[in-house]
């Protein structure tokens, strides 16, 4: 319905939203009946600017309350977030779940609002926000990718490594440095929010209000490559590494 951006009819066929937008990356919630949508696009070059639209009953939308309403038919950009240092920071990784959003900026600052039942917003507490807040829990680490399920967030986590450390693993898998930093995957992986299905990882199907490290990826030889979450479970797809030279041997789906 609404979340077409058409009014409020049903749509069979693909339609042209926004053309002046260079959108970047899209996300939409798993399976929620009343839909909504968030993007990231921009206008001009270094902009990562947040658009949103649809159902907006828990404050989903990320919109200042006094614009927010059931129901925003037209995307809808997103009051932007800033550092510390009160800089405008751009967006690069967005994820929703079944009525809260998660997104990652560019200082690697994590940023969630919506519903906040379970704890899935990572907050320390079970209430709603309408407005973006940082994740401070997540603070001193280095974000890859975050990922939403229904009612739970995974984020996992990576680690700046200078050049000459990894010197000889880039020579024996011949391959080309750009740069003088090299992002390698850690083996970092945190959940929250609803637990009682087993979608955290933890030993204890229980909720989990802030951002719980998953013990099985800290303490075995794998690289976490991609994270997802589906409405009451979560994936990994790794590979198992050498520890003297962080040469991938094989790759696992967990």
């Not at 992986?189 to 204890?204: A, I, N, R």
């Not at 979450?229 to 041997?249: D, E, K, V, W």
């Amino acid at each position: 319905r609404d979340k077409l951006v058409t009014g409020v009819q049903t749509c069979a066929l693909p339609i042209l939203l926004a053309s002046s937008l260079d959108v970047k990356e899209a996300s939409n919630q798993p399976g929620m009946i009343q839909g909504w949508a968030i993007l990231i696009a921009r206008y001009r070059v270094g902009d990562g600017e947040l658009y949103s639209w649809g159902y907006n009953t828990w404050g989903q939308l990320g919109h200042d309350p006094e614009i927010t309403s059931e129901c925003i038919l037209l995307p809808t950009v997103v009051p932007p977030m800033q550092s510390p240092a009160g800089a405008l920071l751009r967006i690069i990784k967005v994820a929703c779940g079944g009525s809260h959003t998660v997104v990652l900026a560019e200082d690697n600052s994590v940023w969630s609002w919506g519903r906040g039942a379970n704890g899935r917003l990572g907050l320390g507490s079970t209430s709603d926000c309408c407005r973006p807040q940082r994740v401070a829990d997540l603070a001193s680490q280095v974000v890859v990718s975050v990922s939403c399920g229904f009612s739970h967030t995974v984020i996992s986590t990576g680690m700046s490594v200078p050049h000459h450390l990894i010197a000889v693993a880039v020579a024996v898998a011949s391959r080309m440095l750009m740069s003088d930093v090299v992002r390698v995957e850690s083996n970092q992986v945190y959940s929250f929010g609803k637990g009682g299905d087993g979608q955290l990882g933890h030993p204890e199907q229980e909720d989990q209000l802030r951002p719980r490290l998953i013990e099985y990826f800290a303490t075995n030889p794998v690289q976490v490559l991609q994270i997802d979450s589906g409405f009451y479970h979560s994936a990994m797809l790794t590979r198992t590494t050498s520890s003297s030279c962080l040469l991938n041997r094989a790759s696992v789906l967990y």
